[in-house]
């Protein structure tokens, strides 16, 4: 009797687990991929969390190298549904593998974007500067980034590489447009050299330097250092005349045929339509019709490359760099 009591609440407890796991375990879930920072992380997360999604997603971090050789060497067969990526790795893994749904809901975007995906932030690169260590090395501000490849720099700069940064390619957009061929490697090659060890892996890395007071002067993403100047730390910020050249990421959903999760066109349209508000307070750059950002965020010489962002203009871009080391 007691044996088969033990049956019956291993029974039991089965079913319920069971249960659980058909309605609301990791089968059901919807699985995002993103390569989001800390701050775009949040905002997605209290946008699904606060509109009813709620144990609904797994959501999980990658590298933008990572992510991109994921989409681009699994396609469909990809485990996520839905992601949030840079949108030159979604244009160029729409094109390999036409991967992606076209978005059912209305986004009206101030520019004009494809019909599977639409961005969720807009990065601009900017130089950034700590003022107090730049007066204690009795350096001048700098106006442009060729002015970062000046020999009074040495030593004195950080920069992200663009092999492992997409940061890095913002920096290097900047060189391309603005000069010819030699010249461009002429300059690129004196950045390498001034930024030496302090040449970083992460787009974050070379803020983090000049917040430590470790350099005077960086290239970075410029809304972290228009919050850094408004948090009151000595940081302060520089519109390259060259231009700030921006790279957008994007929500898209994966077509899985059949087996697609119809939760996840709803999630992408959540986090648009309720996640905004809060990504613009960290990313003040407007894309959707309606927003608007506080003059001071608003960079000086907004530029957009004169060539279409994709994974195959970004080899072409390392190789160049490569040139210059």
Same mark, same amino acid.
């Given at each position: 009797?007691?044996?088969?009591?033990?049956?019956?609440?291993?029974?039991?407890?089965?079913?319920?687990?069971?249960?659980?796991?058909?309605?609301?375990?990791?089968?059901?879930?919807?699985?995002?991929?993103?390569?989001?920072?800390?701050?775009?992380?949040?905002?997605?997360?209290?946008?699904? #969390?606060?509109?009813?999604? &709620?144990?609904?997603?797994?959501?999980?971090?990658?590298?933008?190298?990572?992510?991109?050789?994921?989409?681009?060497?699994?396609?469909?067969?990809?485990?996520? @549904?839905?992601?949030?990526? +840079?949108?030159?790795?979604? #244009?160029?893994?729409?094109?390999?593998? &036409?991967?992606?749904?076209?978005?059912?809901?209305?986004?009206?975007?101030?520019?004009?974007?494809? +019909?599977?995906?639409?961005?969720?932030?807009?990065?601009?690169?900017?130089?950034?500067?700590?003022?107090?260590?730049?007066?204690?090395?009795?350096?001048?501000?700098?106006?442009?980034?060729? @002015?970062?490849?000046?020999?009074?720099?040495?030593?004195?700069?950080?920069?992200?590489?663009?092999?492992?940064?997409?940061? $890095?390619?913002?920096?290097?957009?900047?060189?391309?447009?603005?000069?010819?061929? =030699?010249?461009?490697?002429?300059?690129?090659?004196?950045?390498?050299?001034?930024?030496? /060890?302090?040449?970083?892996?992460?787009?974050?890395?070379?803020?983090?330097?000049?917040?430590?007071? =470790?350099?005077?002067?960086?290239?970075?993403?410029?809304?972290?250092?228009?919050?850094?100047?408004?948090?009151?730390?000595?940081?302060?910020?520089? #519109?390259?005349?060259?231009?700030?050249?921006?790279?957008?990421?994007?929500?898209?959903?994966?077509?899985?045929?059949?087996?697609?999760?119809?939760?996840?066109?709803?999630?992408?349209?959540?986090?648009?339509?309720? $996640?905004?508000?809060?990504?613009?307070?960290?990313?003040?750059? /407007?894309?959707? =019709?309606?927003?608007?950002?506080?003059?001071?965020?608003? +960079?000086?010489? /907004?530029?957009?490359?004169?060539?279409?962002?994709?994974?195959?203009?970004?080899?072409?871009?390392?190789?160049?760099? #490569?040139?210059?080391?």
């Amino acid at each position: 009797m007691k044996a088969f009591k033990k049956i019956l609440s291993l029974t039991a407890a089965l079913a319920i687990m069971g249960g659980t796991l058909t309605g609301c375990g990791s089968s059901e879930q919807v699985v995002l991929y993103t390569n989001a920072d800390d701050e775009a992380v949040t905002a997605m997360k209290n946008a699904l #969390d606060n509109n009813g999604y &709620s144990g609904k997603y797994i959501l999980q971090t990658f590298g933008t190298s990572e992510l991109g050789g994921k989409l681009l060497a699994e396609g469909k067969n990809i485990e996520a @549904d839905l992601i949030t990526m +840079s949108s030159y790795y979604i #244009d160029s893994a729409q094109e390999q593998s &036409s991967m992606f749904l076209d978005l059912t809901f209305e986004h009206n975007t101030l520019t004009e974007y494809p +019909s599977y995906y639409t961005p969720i932030t807009c990065q601009e690169g900017a130089i950034i500067i700590n003022t107090q260590a730049l007066e204690a090395e009795g350096l001048d501000t700098p106006t442009c980034i060729k @002015d970062l490849a000046k020999e009074e720099y040495s030593g004195k700069i950080s920069v992200p590489d663009i092999a492992g940064s997409s940061t $890095g390619w913002l920096l290097v957009q900047d060189v391309i447009s603005a000069y010819d061929e =030699e010249e461009a490697k002429e300059i690129m090659t004196d950045i390498l050299k001034n930024a030496g /060890p302090h040449l970083e892996s992460s787009g974050s890395g070379p803020i983090k330097k000049v917040r430590a007071g =470790e350099v005077p002067v960086a290239f970075g993403l410029r809304h972290q250092a228009v919050r850094d100047k408004n948090d009151g730390l000595p940081i302060d910020y520089v #519109d390259p005349t060259e231009g700030n050249f921006s790279l957008t990421e994007s929500i898209a959903v994966i077509d899985h045929g059949d087996k697609t999760n119809p939760l996840a066109m709803e999630m992408a349209e959540c986090i648009i339509k309720n $996640g905004r508000a809060e990504l613009l307070e960290t990313y003040p750059t /407007p894309i959707y =019709e309606g927003e608007t950002a506080d003059a001071e965020a608003e +960079s000086k010489y /907004p530029e957009t490359f004169d060539e279409k962002l994709t994974v195959e203009l970004l080899t072409e871009h390392k190789e160049f760099v #490569d040139e210059c080391r």
